[in-house]
Nanobody
Framework: QVQLVESGGGLVQAGGSLRLSCAAS????????MGWFRQAPGKEREFVAA????????YYTHSVKGRFTISRDNAKNTVYLQMNSLKPEDTALYYC????????????????WGQGTQVTVSS
């Protein structure tokens, strides 16, 4: 079994920054990639960013490119999402997810999910 625990969310003004963390534990040795998704009220859960454990290849949705950076610390089994220049439209519940097989822009490609951490950006 795998456990994913997100932290780092909060309330920030537009233009500010937050860093989210996702700590993975349990059966993580077979993990291929980690992703961040977000879900705003009344909207579908959407892909934000992903990173592979080996090689650290990164992937971003267009709306966050240049503002968000995903990174990982293999020794700590932890993935980070540095979010800069935050906008009110970034307000959402942010989830991390683990895939055993591939990077996927769809939520269906991920096998394990955390409980989420709330990010609220005020204007």
């Amino acid at each position: 079994q795998v456990q994913l625990v997100e932290s780092g969310g909060g309330l920030v003004q537009a233009g500010g920054s937050l860093r989210l963390s996702c700590a993975a534990s349990g059966r993580t040795a077979s993990s291929y990639a980690m992703g961040w998704f977000r879900q705003a009220p009344g909207k579908e859960r959407e892909f934000v960013a992903a990173i592979t454990w080996r090689g650290g290849s990164t992937y971003y949705t267009h709306s966050v490119k240049g503002r968000f950076t995903i990174s990982r610390d293999n020794a700590k089994n932890t993935v980070y999402l540095q979010m800069n220049s935050l906008k009110p439209e970034d307000t959402a519940l942010y989830y991390c997810a683990m895939s055993d097989s591939a990077v996927d822009y769809s939520r269906s490609g991920y096998d394990y999910w955390g409980q989420g951490t709330q990010v609220t950006v005020s204007s």
